[in-house]
């Protein structure tokens, strides 16, 4: 099946698995270089026996400090004419060291100058929006996120601070416009943003060690290239009898890190099934095996220190067993994963012994409401859409899981559906508690199958190329950091 730009669908290996697993794993994509400073680390970490030190001595981020922020042109961002009253334009302006060009960028994400923020103005979302200077109000128009490429993302619109076309007039009236690859969208930053570090984990796609409960285990994980920004990570969770290396090349999410700027850690279960593992899934699998919710803490916990992620922009994502995992992560880990998004296994917890067709509430608590994206195929076979199935695993529906969700997230607009596509449509629950809304992307003709994957998966339905998972949840995910404590 070809995509829209006229590529076409690689196929997996015939000797695929019915269940989850997209294919028997043959090969492991090639690993990118780290760089060379990463090399020489690791090669005198593993000689001194200390390689699995390595990730948790980067050093803490510095306060921040206020100074210049240069763009295209080495010009400055700047207040017009040094003005304190609302609306006031933020342009470029050649630097002059004036209190006007002197910002920091605070630890809430805000970028302040003369005692204000950065803000879109009208709350705006469109390309062309222009920038201004505004009281500090804690909106998502004064949301701003340093990215790997230099990029500052403002997440409420998606979309990456901007000199129009590329104009270095002194006056030019800054704006925001959709992510591209222009020097106009890229910034220098202060010395001492709180949003960079120096990471111990250079670029590439190798596996890195992971130390939980007296053992070590090796996760892998793809980081794109970067500056020493902090970026963001997402857990991608193999489904049942997959790995991580499989999982990885199935969605081929290394390609849209690359693109977006983020970190994908792709770890593996520890229960063996097949060719592969199984995830332990709390009330699900049988219990006298590694407890994966902790060690996913731990995932997260040593790769914020050795890769320098963002910890308030962690998310999660998996496919069917994986999926299912993914789920529990939002009922368990709400304090250290922003948003999820399960592919082929959304659940809200295990079913409810008394009545299998609804989840139990008491296997479902999040400490916080969690934005949820969900992508599933209404002729899934494996974990059906309509219910039915496992009988620990599964049983209740898509549309109830989604509807628990909403519950749980104390939304109250929705359900409401819309057509996204021929065979896609889109249903969502809005006006959620803390901005927490909960999405579903059902494909009519759609398998167990990862939206907009490349390889087709033999014994598993029609993979759907109208959409694309990952970039749906990336878009998501941007929109929905951890909230402010």
């Known amino acids: 099946m070809p ?38 680390a690791v090669t005198v970490l593993a000689a001194t026996g200390l390689l699995g030190l390595a990730i948790l001595s980067a050093p803490a981020a510095s306060a921040a400090t206020a100074g210049e922020i240069t763009g295209i042109g080495g010009k400055c961002i700047d207040v017009a004419n040094a003005q304190t009253v609302n609306g006031t334009a933020v342009q470029l302006h050649s630097c002059n060291g004036t209190a006007a060009q002197s910002w920091t960028i605070e630890a809430d994400n805000t970028v302040r100058a003369l005692g204000k923020c950065l803000d879109v ?54 704006q925001i416009w959709d992510t591209n690859t222009n020097p106009w969208q890229v910034w220098t930053l202060p010395s001492g943003t709180p949003g960079s570090c120096t990471p ?7 596996n890195t060690p992971v130390s939980f409960a007296g053992k070590t285990y090796q996760v892998l994980v793809h980081i794109p290239h970067r500056t020493n920004a902090k970026l963001p990570m997402v857990l991608n969770l193999h489904g049942s009898s997959g790995t991580g290396a499989s999982q990885l090349n199935y969605t081929a999410m290394a390609a849209t890190a690359d693109a977006d700027g983020f970190i994908v850690a792709a770890p593996t279960g520890v229960v063996p099934s097949g060719s592969g593992y199984i995830w332990n899934v709390p009330y699900v699998t049988p219990s006298g095996t590694r407890d994966d919710v902790g060690f996913i803490r731990q995932v997260i916990d040593t790769l914020t220190a050795g890769a320098c992620v963002d910890p308030a922009r962690v998310y999660a994502t998996g496919y069917s067993g994986g999926g299912r995992m993914t789920s529990a992560l939002g009922c368990m880990l709400a304090d250290k994963i922003a948003a999820i998004a399960p592919v082929a296994g959304i659940r809200a917890g295990r079913p409810d012994p008394q009545d299998t067709s609804r989840p139990d509430p008491a296997s479902c608590q999040p400490s916080r409401a ?19 199935g496992d009988g620990t695993a599964w049983r209740y529906s898509v549309p109830v899981a989604q509807q628990r969700w ?21 249903t969502k629950y809005t006006n959620c508690r803390g901005g927490a809304d909960v999405q ?15 390889y087709e998966s033999a014994g598993n339905g029609t993979t759907t190329r109208e959409v694309s998972a990952n970039t749906l949840m990336w878009q998501f995910f941007q929109q929905h950091p951890m909230p402010a404590a």
């Open 121 to 174: 103005t009208g709350q705006g979302t469109a390309n062309g929006t222009k920038i201004q200077l505004w009281d500090c109000n804690g909106s998502g128009a004064q949301q701003w996120i340093p990215q790997a490429n230099g990029h500052l993302r403002n997440p409420q619109s998606g979309r990456d601070l901007d000199a129009p076309g590329g104009a270095t007039a002194d006056g030019t009236r800054l």
């Open 406 to 426: 909403a519950t749980l997230n104390s939304c109250t607009a929705g359900p409401n559906t819309s057509q996204v596509t021929t065979h896609v449509s889109l």
């Open 200 to 206: 111990s984990l250079g670029e590439g796609e190798y």
């Open 3 to 40: 995509f829209p730009d006229g590529r076409r669908a690689l196929l997996a290996p015939a000797h695929l698995t019915p269940e989850p697993l997209p294919w028997k794993e043959i090969r492991v994509l090639p690993a990118r270089k780290p760089a060379a400073r990463h090399r020489l």
């Open 440 to 454: 579903l992307y059902s494909v009519s003709d759609g398998g167990h199958t990862w939206p907009g994957s490349p």
């Open 370 to 388: 969690v934005p949820v994206i969900a992508f599933h195929g209404q002729q899934d076979n494996t974990n059906p859409y309509y219910g039915g």
